[in-house]
């Protein structure tokens, strides 16, 4: 074990690589250190995450004077406009910088044949996002062999800014190759001018400053005419560059606040070789400025977003909004689908996108989800309604916009109500021709998505490295002695090899939500009381479940490891279909399922019970289904969560097929079983998965015992009704019981 000086000393040197300075380091390490007693493990995780997260805050925070002078500064010479990033030269990032004093070269985009060979397919460039955090993305991107994909581009001047003069432009850039260079050599060489002068030019701004004044526009989406390309191809500066600028967007503000660093100037531009390069620009005041990597800045956007914004997908990450922008890119460029600019600039003003043609190509049925940015109910062109949704609520109208905004990719397909999120399709069927046609609208999502308020609860809950297996390698179910991923299901792996829950296993899980009271409950530790509180209640003790932990990056097996099945995604055929028996939609799996076979997670949005007591009760008056999960205590942080921090998941706006499940009292074929494994994100959650219990038949309903309190008659929605049929449920002896109850008392 190192000692703490040596911790220490490790640690302000990763922060020196980061371009942080010893002396605003130490105070804020020994805060870190303070905060979390003494313990290591959180400011060493990930690189120091925590560490450069908190330094890069106590940066943002109002100094006081004798913090003031610490600033790390730059100071502008002629020749060195910029300090470069210690992490991007120490990584031979594309930066290419020859040493680190030196300024910045711009790397030259390739454009001679030789350079492109014809394997750089779209599909090795733009390949689907693969589970990596943005850091390893922003990584990843550095790295692919075919770009000098991120680069920082020198500033200059402008030859007519004048105050602004001396601010310097810091423009990033990611370049993608897109097309082999067969597929677009008619559009003919042309545009910016060599990157070798270091300077940007956009269409038909040449030698003037990038920036324009002016009010805030919102992005427009054109392709310019071949013909203003064509002026450009005749520049002979730019003649060997082979790059068209086909969009420039500004979002710029009035050179008053040229200062500010978010005044921005995007473009897009295209070359004849398939390489589309994307850009951001943004002045800033050098003197106060110290170039940091990019990955520290991706870090800070992305923890900016997971703090403004209401609920983010757990893999959100800067590094997969590029590669989504990217994919865009292709497609748009591709299919020459020039409506969907038109379609993208009516969702930018607001219009209501029902009559709008759909986009991607799939066979589609008619949309019956259609609401307004403002999330009030509209019509769709086919006269069906759409969703619910709760007109005061702030949250609800956020998930309207969502679904809004969603709707051109996410419009239902009765071949496959994933529109295509899941590896399999999975079709709608309804046999006896009732009421509805689909099931109400919502949208389809393959991961939980996170509130900002449960976000701050589970980010403590994290995997360690101590959870994960790097020695491993292939699959780790062969190894001869289980790794240490199967500690916490006893020193045994919880799947067999043929990618099934163990039988024994199923059978405890089952036990343990049917029969809570036959098992252990572990006891919280004592609350701490602050001084005009009342005391606590004592902790009347929580579950101990079983949780299948899975193999994850930081381990060295493969996606094909045997401990790696939830993850893996459905790979069943399942349907959705309407049930005989007034339960509405249900879903069943169209072939025989052996026991302990997964069949999918139970997939919402991850709500603090505060959120859903207010979600719930906005509902109340309202015809709105809420599909609460409840998730315990073995899903939050490490420490013990209050009441109101508890987490649920709920399915009613975002969700996945798993919403679809119907409820069975004690025989129910399908068993929910908390799973630890990564999401490509920041941080790690649990799901909840099911499993099958027993063997189940093709066609088959499949069904989940929700645990539900018959007796809770405060439930918004009232007590429920069960309909499942089985010769077990808790509904029929309920109504038996007050049956006889009635009898009792009239006699
Ligand atoms: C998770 S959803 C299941 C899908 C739902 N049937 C649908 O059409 O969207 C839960 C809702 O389905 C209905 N449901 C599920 N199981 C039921 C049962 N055993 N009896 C009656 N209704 C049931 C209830 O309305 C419940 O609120």
């Known amino acids: 074990m190192a000692s703490r000086a040596e911790r220490g000393r490790r640690a302000l040197d990763a922060m020196k690589a980061l371009g942080f300075s010893k002396k605003e380091v130490t105070p804020v390490l020994r805060s870190l250190l303070k905060l979390f007693d003494n313990s290591w493990e959180p400011i060493e995780d990930e690189g120091y995450r925590a560490l450069a997260d908190a330094t890069l805050d106590a940066r943002d925070r109002p100094q006081g004077p004798e913090h003031g002078s610490h600033r790390p500064r730059m100071v502008a010479s002629e020749e060195d406009h910029y300090q470069p990033s210690a992490s991007l030269v120490a990584r031979g990032g594309p930066c290419d910088l020859d040493n680190e004093t030196e300024a910045p070269r711009v790397k030259r985009p390739r454009t001679s044949s030789n350079n492109f060979s014809a394997d750089h397919s779209i599909d090795h460039q733009l390949s689907p996002l693969s589970p990596l955090t943005a850091h390893e993305m922003a990584r990843k991107i550095m790295d692919e062999d075919f770009q000098q994909a991120v680069f920082l581009r020198e500033p200059k001047p402008e030859p007519d800014m004048d105050a602004a003069q001396s601010l310097h432009d810091v423009q990033v850039g990611i370049v993608s190759h897109m097309f082999n260079a067969s597929s677009s050599g008619a559009a003919g060489p042309l545009a910016l001018r060599p990157p070798n002068q270091n300077q940007i030019e956009t269409s038909g701004n040449k030698g003037r400053p990038v920036q ?27 003649s060997s560059d082979h790059i068209a600028v086909m969009h420039n967007t500004r979002t710029g503000f009035a050179d008053e606040c040229r200062h500010e660093a978010h005044c921005l100037h995007t473009e897009i531009a295209s070359s004849t070789m398939g390489e589309v390069k994307m850009s951001i620009k943004c002045n800033i005041d050098p003197s106060k400025f110290c170039m940091l990597s990019l990955e520290a800045v991706f870090r800070m956007v992305e923890d900016k977003c997971f703090r403004s914004y209401e609920s983010l997908p757990p893999n959100f ?15 748009l460029g591709n299919d020459h689908t020039a409506e969907y600019n038109i379609q993208s600039d009516s969702v930018d003003n607001g219009r209501n996108l029902q009559n709008e043609p759909m986009m991607n190509g799939a066979a589609l049925v008619e949309p019956i989800a259609c609401i307004s940015r403002g999330g009030r109910k509209y019509k769709s062109a086919e006269d069906s309604w759409i969703l619910e949704t709760s007109d005061n609520s702030q949250e609800n109208s956020m998930d309207a916009q969502h679904l809004a905004l969603s709707h051109l990719r996410h419009a239902h397909n009765a071949s496959d109500i994933s529109n295509g999120e899941e590896k399999v399709r999975i079709p709608v069927v309804n046999e006896f021709g009732s009421e509805q046609k689909y099931p109400s609208s919502f949208y389809y999502i393959q991961k939980n998505l996170v509130s900002q308020k449960a976000y701050a609860n589970i980010s403590a809950a994290r995997i360690g490295d101590e959870d994960g297996c790097a020695d491993c390698f292939g699959n780790c179910l062969s190894a001869p002695i289980p790794c240490a991923c199967a500690r916490e299901t006893g020193g045994e792996f919880a799947y067999t090899p043929d990618g099934l829950v163990r039988a024994a296993f199923i059978d405890e899980c089952f036990s343990v939500n049917l029969f809570p009271e036959r098992h252990h409950n572990f006891f919280c530790k004592p609350l701490e009381r602050s001084r005009n509180e009342a005391p606590p209640e004592p902790c009347k003790g929580q579950l101990v479940r079983k949780v299948i932990k899975e193999c994850w990056s930081k381990c060295g097996c493969n996606m094909q490891c045997g401990n790696r099945v ?103 074929n399908l068993v929910g079983i908390p799973v630890v494994m990564e999401t490509p994100g920041h941080y790690h959650v649990s799901s909840l998965a099911l499993f099958t219990s027993k063997k189940v038949e093709a066609f088959e309903e499949l069904t989940w015992d929700y645990g539900i309190d018959f007796d809770d008659d405060k439930h918004p929605g009232g007590a429920f009704q069960c309909l499942c049929g089985s010769r077990y449920c808790r509904g029929r002896k309920r109504h038996r019981n007050r049956g006889k109850a009635a009898v009792r008392r009239s006699s």
């Open 212 to 238: 324009r004044c002016g009010t805030r526009r919102p992005s427009t989406s054109f392709i310019e005419p071949a013909d203003s390309m064509g002026k450009q191809a005749q520049n002979p500066e730019s």
């Open 317 to 331: 990450s800067i590094g997969s909004l590029i590669n989504e922008i990217c994919e865009c890119v292709a497609q």
């Open 566 to 668: 939830v993850q893996r995604g459905i790979e069943c055929n399942l349907q959705v279909f309407f049930t005989q028996e007034g339960k509405g939609w249900g879903l069943r799996a169209l072939d025989e399922l052996p026991k302990g076979a997964f069949v999918c997670e139970y997939v919402g949005k991850l709500l603090t019970s505060m959120e859903l007591r207010e979600r719930t009760s906005q509902k109340a008056h309202k015809a709105g289904y809420t599909y609460p999960v409840d998730l315990g205590a073995y899903w939050g942080s490490e420490g013990v969560l209050k009441d109101e921090e508890a987490l649920f998941l709920d399915a009613t706006i975002y969700g996945n097929v798993g919403r679809f499940i119907n409820h069975r009292c004690y025989d129910a």
